[in-house]
């Protein structure tokens, strides 16, 4: 089993999927080969998760084949490989792709018009978000990353609501706009930085059998700093290793510090760092720009939400820690306190108008905006706390949005109704539902016992005992705890408790059919586990927080 | 070997009785779950050694590993013995009080999930635990408030106790953090030394919530909506003496401003608790505002074993009232005074326990309560807190007073209504409560208490008790004189004899009451308010302004730009000549002088 590439076939398989339902005329079938594929995928990850060497930092499973390489004349040589690997940070965030998706994939019996080509976009989006979370050449995640748009425009625009085209459309842009950011800084760097490796191999320093050491590296970046290597020579590359070394920056280009190009006040590096972290700001999303997030959720059809939600807005945060703080990390610490500061004002301001939500799926979309805000501030810390707070809170944001989400849906399939108002007293008419609802309220707003506690509290303490952050960010973040109680609180007592009333009597609201039983119950299992041994996540990303820490 | 796996059992044996009795939901099965961890807990008591410590590995963070510890010292082992009194008799009391009730299985799992988190929260030693505990009391507390979920002032005391404890767990949280950042430890077993006024104040604050201190003592009375078994275990005996609980858990690294301030919070309290407690004519209010009164007293104990001592002593003969009066209530259908008296013949055994429970809570001498009084008042003696003594004996006579009068009007004069019906399982939890209020498990001599190990004596010079006997007499004579004038909730009987005097009583009792219930209940809802204001302010702002111009202002630059461009795009010949004839001179002008 080890001699199969284990990461191609993660994205391989839903590709593959995706392929045979868009091109062939698979209505019956769809379903149950999308779930098919996914429990396979499912189960490759199980294994990978298994096998996986908690004890080593560096990336396993590797998978490297070389992609292309243009010759730049006198700059030297570019090349792009497909590198895949996984790592402490991303095993968790992959299984969580792959869960996440096979229950979206489960709870779609909703979605009646255009079946095959349904499924075979939600694979397709499987695909290229496994792809983003395992590529370790940057070329290869934007390629990922850029393709990720286009099915989730697809499938907010066709299978979505009533103002579907418009939040397709403000998705589309918005994220766009964030790629091109990022872009840019892709290929300031890619120009910038030199690749030790192949430079190396390229010029005959060390022998292709030999492999790599810290000594050989040494080597090639005093050659590359001491500008005696002609720049012909050198090889380009967007191996996010190789630009996350200070050490491999041509000292001529104006990324280097001993550049004095300037542009508005800020330098290079700094342009480079902001522009990395919008670009990743808009997915997670940041206030102030989360305005796409409420509206792509009320549209898409509910296991879209899920996914959305549960896995897309996740890569805004692995951004961060695979790409923006690596490679900026100087600049990141500089500018802590106001990382920070948007990350409790994304907390604060994101509660406040879940507050004042009168739909359900808009309070559970800005509360997501507030949640991801934890992240951010933890991200903002720089301690072990606060790295580890911030993952654990992207995973278990991840679920417990999920199982939000999948409760909104719960009653918008039976009634066609999202409004708050419209139901009082659900608990006598679905005991069941409010019984499983009241424990994914109660995980949400952080009770101790749930996955969200443990992401909150370390996020928080981290800022708080963080060298870099002002604690007073961090006690104004807190209130977030207060206001998420509140808003909760409101809609579980507004909802289930009280005098049974519909706003319409023909309403009929069976309770909990078996399959979302099943769901929203496996969501909060999971969610109570890693709430009572929290140490399931932490132990796979030790090794990679306290290597991103050194 | 065998004490760490009972201490185990103990520690899980809640919570898997809480899944068990989701599962099969039937009253004996729980009350049969609750004597074995009761049992178990007791036994565990009893037998560990006053500095009992373990520890489990939980998980590694960034290096360090931070370990599911626990402490068991003389403190924790009391109370959770407690804890193991208290739920088991509240247990048995709830079968027949809720027998009517069809979701009783629910009320059972709360139970069990209360005290699986008390439990927790007693015994550890890592404060991330103590925190998670803290809240999780607090969400158990909701829960059972808003059992009867269709009353709809059950759900909103049930809302606001929840979001008030979340306001102190908030200065909990990071009063905690501050704490383990200054010791550089995690567990409070390993802290030593004083930490700075403000970590502890912090703390403090944090329990001011959950002991319903003021100024946040508003959402107790309401809390009790609830089930009156329920009143008794969390909001009198248990939980609320979290508060006090953390205060003592802190004492010896805390400095006296801490203990200063705990002191002056806790003075506050009690004064107002018992002012308030007169006044009120639902037998569950009056014993709620006693509670917070009582808890002021345990604060006023700043903290120290005496106030550690006062919990025990409280938490007996609080839930023994409450429990009583639950039997009150289920005899006459009604909380309110007005319908209740001469039931002493109608229901001798709550007449009996409130009689003995009421000596308690004044402090009579034969009662587990004499001592703890005497032993805060010894501390405040020996400390110097001269001033608080004052407060202390006004207070005693306030107390002494509403607990009499509540006595005279419920079980002396005339019978007025109601069959009482004879229920051996309403009787036998209150039987075991006497049996433990009763002296002689703390000390033969009925006015001095023996040396011990497990809780330190303050002792005070004798004129104290010439003190005590005199707030006794004034607060039983005061009630007793009275008894006939006060129909309960109808203050009338003063203006017929001194009408300047009730109105300035009336006045001096309204203004407190109007400062706690509307000025501090209208502040919170105010701010509630408020919030709810600014939540839709923002929502605004985000749909107009940020969506508006990032959205709009994208948008609208897009489309002028384009607007502008395809001005150049006519389709007229005419004007492509124009254009490519003014950029190539505009090229030309450039190659010939700039360059």
Known sequence: MTNLPLLSLLIGLPLLGALVLGLGQLKEQARSIAIGLSTLQLVLLVYIYSAFDTTSGLFQFNETHNWFSISLGSMGQFMSKYTLGVDGLSISLLLLTGLITWVALWNSTDIKEKIGGYYALVLLLNASIMGCFMAKDLFLFYVFFEFMLLPMYFLIGIWGGPRRNYASLKFFIYTLVGSLLILIVMLGMGVAYVDPYETALLNGLIRPEQGFNVEALKTVQQLIQSQELATSSLVHSFDMQALADYNNCQITSILHISSGWQLAGMSAREWGFWLLFIGFAIKLPMVPLHTWLPDAHVEAPTPISVLLAGVLLKIGAYGWLRITIPFFQAEAIESANILAGLGALSIVYGAYNALAMTDLKKLVAYSSVSHMGFVLIGIAAFTAEGWQGAIFQTISHGVLSALLFLMVGVLYSRTGNREIDSYSGLVTLMPRFTVISGIAIFASLGLPGFSGFIGEFFSLMGAFTSSFVHPGIAVFGALGLLLGAGYLLWTFQKIYLGKPYLKNADWSLPDLTKLELLSLFGLGIISILLGVYPGLLFELSDKFVTGLLK | ?595
């Not at chain 2, 103990?10 to 009795?21: E, F, G, I, M, T």
């Not at chain 2, 069809?102 to 991330?128: E, N």
């Not at chain 2, 702002?541 to 990032?550: E, N, P, Q, S, T």
């Open chain 2, 1 to 595: 070997m065998g004490l760490n796996l009972l201490f185990l059992g103990v520690l899980l044996l809640p919570w898997a009785s809480a899944l068990l009795v989701a599962l099969f939901p039937k009253p004996l099965f729980s009350i049969s779950l609750s004597a074995v961890f009761s049992i178990a807990a007791l036994y565990f008591c009893t037998t560990a050694p006053v500095d009992f410590k373990i520890a489990y590995p939980w998980f590694n963070l960034g290096g360090q590993s931070l370990n599911a510890s626990f402490w068991a010292n003389a403190s924790a082992q009391l109370v959770l013995g407690l804890v193991a009194l208290v739920s088991f008799c509240v247990q048995l009391f709830s079968k027949s009080y809720l027998k009517d009730d069809h979701s009783i299985g629910r009320y059972y799992v709360y139970l069990h999930l209360f005290v699986g988190s008390m439990t927790l929260l007693l015994l550890t030693d890592s404060i991330l635990i103590f925190y998670g505990a803290w809240e999780l009391v607090g969400a158990c507390s909701y829960l059972l408030i808003s059992f009867w979920h269709q009353k709809t002032a059950a759900i909103q005391a049930a809302k606001k106790a929840f979001l008030i404890n979340r306001l102190g767990d908030i200065a909990l949280l990071f009063g905690l953090i501050a704490l383990g950042l200054h010791f550089n430890t995690w567990q409070f077993s390993a802290m030593h030394g004083i930490a700075p006024a403000l970590i502890g104040i912090a703390i403090i604050a944090g329990g001011m919530a959950k002991s319903a201190q003021f100024p946040l003592m508003s959402w107790l009375p309401d809390a009790m909506e609830g089930p009156t078994p329920a009143s008794a275990l969390i909001h009198a005996a248990t939980m609320v003496a979290a508060g006090v609980f953390v205060g003592v858990r802190v004492f010896d690294i805390t400095g006296p401003e801490t203990h200063l301030f705990m002191g002056i919070i806790g003075a506050i309290s009690f004064l107002a608790g018992a002012v308030f407690a007169i006044f009120q004519n639902d037998i569950k209010k009056t014993l709620a505002y006693s509670t917070i009164s009582q808890l002021g007293l345990m604060w006023m104990g700043m903290g120290s074993d005496a106030s550690l001592f006062h919990l025990l002593t409280h938490g007996i003969f609080k839930a023994g009232l409450f429990l009583a009066a639950g039997a009150v209530i289920h005899t006459v259908h009604s909380q309110s005074l007005n319908d209740m008296g001469g039931l002493r013949k109608k229901a001798p055994i709550a007449a009996l326990a409130y009689l003995i429970f009421g000596a308690g809570l004044m402090g009579l001498p034969l009662t587990g309560g004499f001592y703890s009084k005497e032993n805060i008042a010894g501390y405040l003696y020996t400390s110097g807190h001269v001033e608080l003594l004052v407060v202390l004996a006004l207070g005693m006579v306030l107390t002494s007073f509403y607990i009499s009068r509540q006595f005279y009007l419920i079980f002396m004069g005339p019978l007025k209504e109601g069959s009482p019906k004879k229920d051996f399982s309403l009787e036998t939890p209150i039987r075991l409560l006497i049996i433990a209020s009763f002296f002689i498990w703390i000390s033969v001599n009925p006015l001095e208490m023996h040396e011990n190990t497990l809780i330190s004596i303050y002792h005070i010079p004798s004129f104290w008790l010439y003190i005590t006997a005199a707030t006794w007499v004034l607060g039983i004579a005061g009630a007793y004189v009275t008894r006939n004038w006060i129909p309960a909730g109808n203050y009338q009987f003063l203006p017929r004899f001194w009408p300047s005097l009730f109105r300035f009583i009336r006045w001096k009792s309204r203004s407190a009451q109007v400062f706690e219930t509307q000025f501090i209940d209208r502040f919170v809802n105010g701010i509630a308010a408020l919030q709810v204001i600014v939540a839709h302010l923002s929502a605004w702002f985000d749909r107009h302004i940020v969506d508006g111009i990032l959205v709009g202002g994208g948008a609208g630059l897009s489309a002028s730009t384009g607007r502008i461009l395809s001005r150049w795009q006519s389709a007229k010949v005419q004007s492509y000549w124009a254009m490519i004839i003014v950029t190539f001179a505009l090229f030309l002008l450039y190659a010939l002088f700039i360059k």
